[in-house]
């Protein structure tokens, strides 16, 4: 079964950042690169990597989203050490939010924006076992803020009714840790750290009532890989909250997150070097809101 994605928006340098990443991690490759041409943006570069085994994708498609900090990754090091050299790779030309040091819930913790405006969460584990070196991290500000655990329920339900294969990996959510009183401006009860599981990979989300000024955006967003049009239709139907958001497989969600609900045989439709059928397919789903899997197998065939 295809894995939930993370996919990230650039505006040139998603193969230079690729490059980055999978220099840093064992187990880590870029997998393809692909020119898409004829899209609003110009021709598009859309690279396919893997972090420590782990599905990644970016593109690059212009100026149009900056990242920010509402959706970062833990990235668990089963050293101290290893925490030390992720930081002083990742920094160099970056801006701390976090500083590098010891907090009450890791002896070695540090949050930082690289030079491309990514957010990474280094952080020891303590000795525990590493089952997933990256985490996506949802901070739930402004007019969500209060509102994480409400979505991770509504997130867990959805795909825990998935039809088809796709119901596959343990899906599931948890609290584990609460704003007490007294922490203000966050709001005693409301969540300051949650973990839940989609298909069997672990997310992360928080609230944090402070004076943000950022929210979640189509920088990056999470592809949803389905065998057939029944899953991409259940998914569109259960989570496109703005009609104007839908394109191209994209939407939005009611939180304001970004999803991507694509046939998992879109990648296969991308690969290679007939550029013909690549700019065919391109062409096709450009026009689409939803993806029809039939028509854009039509369009790979010619």
């Not at 907090?103 to 949050?111: A, I, N």
């Not at 969460?121 to 303590?126: F, H, N």
Request: hydrophobic letters at 40%; glycine letters at 8%; charged letters at 25%.
């Amino acid at each position: 079964m295809q894995k939930i994605t993370p996919h990230l928006w650039f505006d040139k340098e998603a193969g230079e950042a690729a490059e980055l990443y999978v220099s840093l991690f064992p187990g880590s490759k870029i997998s393809n690169v692909t020119r898409l041409s004829g899209t609003p943006s110009g021709d598009c570069d859309l690279v396919t990597f893997e972090l420590a085994g782990q599905p990644f994708m970016a593109i690059s498609a212009g100026p149009l989203f900056k990242f920010n900090p509402s959706v970062s990754f833990h990235i668990k090091c089963s050293t101290k050490e290893e925490v030390d050299a992720v930081w002083n790779q990742l920094s160099p030309g970056g801006k701390v939010l976090m500083p590098l040091n010891t907090y009450p819930f890791s002896e070695r913790y540090g949050w930082l924006e690289d030079k491309y405006g990514v957010s990474w969460q280094v952080i020891y584990a303590g000795g525990s076992s590493i089952h997933q070196k990256f985490t996506p991290i949802l901070m739930f500000v402004g007019n969500v803020c209060g509102k994480s655990e409400e979505a991770i329920e509504f997130y867990v339900s959805v795909f825990a009714n998935a039809p088809g294969g796709l119901q596959a990996g343990e899906t599931k959510a948890a609290v584990l840790s609460r704003y007490g009183r007294g922490e203000e401006p966050d709001k005693e009860g409301t969540v300051r750290y949650a973990h839940f599981s989609l298909l069997g990979q672990d997310f992360g989300a928080m609230d944090s009532a402070r004076d943000h000024k950022f929210a979640f955006n189509e920088a990056i967003s999470f592809i949803v890989p389905c065998n057939t049009q029944e899953e991409i239709d259940y998914f569109w139907g259960k989570l496109s909250a703005d009609a104007e958001a839908e394109q191209c497989g994209w939407l939005k969600d009611k939180y304001g997150l970004s999803w991507q609900i694509t046939p998992a045989i879109m990648q296969e439709l991308l690969r290679g070097n007939d550029k013909e059928r690549i700019d065919r397919v391109t062409q096709a789903f450009l026009k689409m809101k939803k993806f029809d899997i039939a028509a854009l197998k039509r369009a790979a065939a010619g």
